[in-house]
């Protein structure tokens, strides 16, 4: 039956088969919904593809088992204790599948393609916590995928900018995730699916490849609308010249190639993936997207400021303890609280009385983590309010400042990615080391709202959720509307007044300075900046 699901009548209990453009599939029917795992979408990156832009899978004869969660990308361990190591079903190179949650009689329904954060550097599509059923459930069809992560998916090099037709490298597991949006609007409507409904969506990482896709021209139309959870709008390697203070991409490239002791591509080629991808990272290496021209046309908040993104609507936000999980981001701790003060007076200069106010010298540890906080993660969701506005886009943010026992007693509350498992409906899917979340009324009431203002967003562009406030538009006050997810969501206007004014202040005179990232230089690790009457 092309184009269309059955019922299987072999052996597996709850079989379904799809015929899609892609080829003939196997799945299974789990509690009502019909679940496809493990589904390629582009030809595995290995051998002579690996560090080569994503090819078409071929279309496969007979029909592909796809009961069983593909392996994720390989990738260097996690860090020791880490609340986001999850359980992953191995790891290998043959990684560019898919995972299809979908309603057993969907007729064009929307589409969510979620991807998972991680750094750039770990993760996968398999994690318990991404399981799309109770997405699914609510009418959308839910996709999740793997791409290319580390030195595998991020890496640029003259060498592999010489033999690539366009001149460029680096971007990789970018361009699988815009092979896998393809890959979507090929072949989604065979599940239910609508190609013309899809809302492309992600965590952290995750959440800088939706402001990636956004960006690229490349992904223009495979989408249309986005969801940006925690994401960081910070600046970028060019390929090939030193830009906001960073080191041309091909040139990181080919230090790392020196340190890891290979004399040319074949041979970084042969180096087993595993081995590779620890040497990589125990040399230094943190992968990042590359602006090349083409791919990435210029630094996202140039992209952004320009209004040459994707016009789509936004529902984007952060949460209140970000940092607290992340405390390797910190720089270290100045001495005293006037160590603090001397710091941030020598890298802000007149700005510094403006930042001392919103991050005192007394309370040293926790203006630390509230600044980092809102330099990457809350100034980004404000600037991405404002940007859709100039682009005729409603956006919808939120501050998730939400707690509960073991995270507060840990020191954890509303920490980075707390929100994930309240979208999902995965509270009892965390990672081993999360902070498990109490089975009691109050907490599914509050994973109930926030599933049901994300299925809304995906389904229409307008959050909305039975029973729970109005979710207002970022534009309906002039200093932008948020929901405040607390015990409840609750809209409030604003909900840290000058604090994202002023790191905008303070990236605008980097960025007119030139030779300064905006990234986690911050506080009493800021250098010093630059006198705006000397910058051009």
């Not at 004869?61 to 079903?89: E, I, K, N, W």
């Not at 498992?421 to 999360?434: C, M, N, S």
């Amino acid at each position: 039956m092309a184009g269309g699901v059955r019922n299987g009548q072999g052996p597996g209990d709850g079989e379904v088969r799809v015929n899609a453009p892609a080829g003939a599939l196997r799945g299974a029917r789990e509690n009502g919904l019909r679940v496809f795992k493990g589904v390629p979408y582009a030809r595995p990156p290995v051998g002579e593809y690996r560090w080569r832009p994503p090819a078409p899978m071929p279309i496969w004869a007979g029909v592909r088992d796809a009961t069983r969660f593909g392996p994720a990308c390989p990738q260097p361990p996690s860090r020791p204790g880490s609340l986001y190591a999850p359980a992953l079903p191995g790891q290998n190179e043959d990684c560019l599948t898919l995972n299809i949650w979908t309603p057993e009689e969907a007729r064009r329904a929307p589409v969510l393609v979620y991807l998972h954060g991680g750094a750039l550097n770990t993760g996968g599509a398999a994690e318990p916590m991404l399981d799309g059923a109770a997405l699914a459930r609510r009418g959308l069809v839910v996709v999740t995928l793997n791409y290319r992560l580390a030195v595998l998916g991020y890496l640029a090099h003259p060498a592999l900018s010489a033999e690539s037709p366009e001149g460029v490298s680096g971007n990789y597991g970018l361009l699988d995730q815009i092979a896998a949006l393809r890959w979507v609007r090929d072949n989604i409507s065979a599940f239910g699916g609508d190609p013309d409904s899809v809302t492309v969506a992600g965590e952290s990482a995750g959440a800088l490849s939706v402001l990636y896709l956004m960006a690229s021209p490349r992904a223009r139309g495979l989408f249309h609308r986005a969801v940006a959870q925690s994401a960081y709008l910070i600046s970028h390697p060019a390929l090939s010249r030193t830009e906001c203070g960073e080191p041309p991409a091909e040139e990181t490239g080919r230090r790392l190639v020196r340190a890891l002791g290979v004399r040319d591509l074949d041979a970084l080629r042969a180096l087993d993936a595993h081995t590779l991808t620890r040497a990589a990272a125990e040399a230094g290496y943190a992968p990042l997207g590359t602006v090349d021209g083409r791919v990435l046309p210029r630094q996202l908040l140039d992209v952004f400021e320009r209004g040459e993104q994707a016009p789509v609507p936004v529902l984007a936000g952060f949460n209140s303890g970000e940092v607290r999980s992340l405390r390797f981001l910190l720089p270290p701790a100045p001495a005293d609280a006037g160590a603090y003060e001397a710091a941030v007076r020598r890298g802000y200069g007149d700005l510094a009385a403006d930042f001392l106010r919103l991050y005192p010298a007394a309370d040293g540890e926790e203006s630390r983590l509230a600044a980092l906080r809102d330099a990457l993660y809350g100034w980004t969701a404000d600037r991405l309010g404002r940007a859709c506005g100039a682009v005729g886009q409603d956006a919808w943010l939120y501050l998730f400042d939400h707690g509960y026992p073991a995270a507060n007693e840990r020191g954890l509350h509303g920490f980075h990615a707390a929100e994930i498992p309240y979208v999902f409906g995965t509270a009892a899917r965390t990672t081993p080391l999360w902070p498990p979340i109490p089975d009691r009324e109050e907490e599914q009431r509050l994973s109930r709202a926030l599933g049901d203002y994300w299925a809304a967003f995906a389904r229409d562009g307008r959050p909305a959720a039975e029973g729970q406030p109005r979710w207002p538009a970022y534009a309906e006050h002039p200093r932008g509307r948020w929901l405040r997810v607390a015990a409840a969501p609750t809209p409030e206007v604003d909900p840290l007044p000058g604090h994202f004014a002023l790191h905008d202040t303070l990236v605008r005179r980097r960025r007119r300075a030139g030779d300064t990232p905006w990234n986690w230089n911050i506080g009493c690790a800021a250098p010093p900046l630059a006198d705006p009457s000397e910058t051009p």
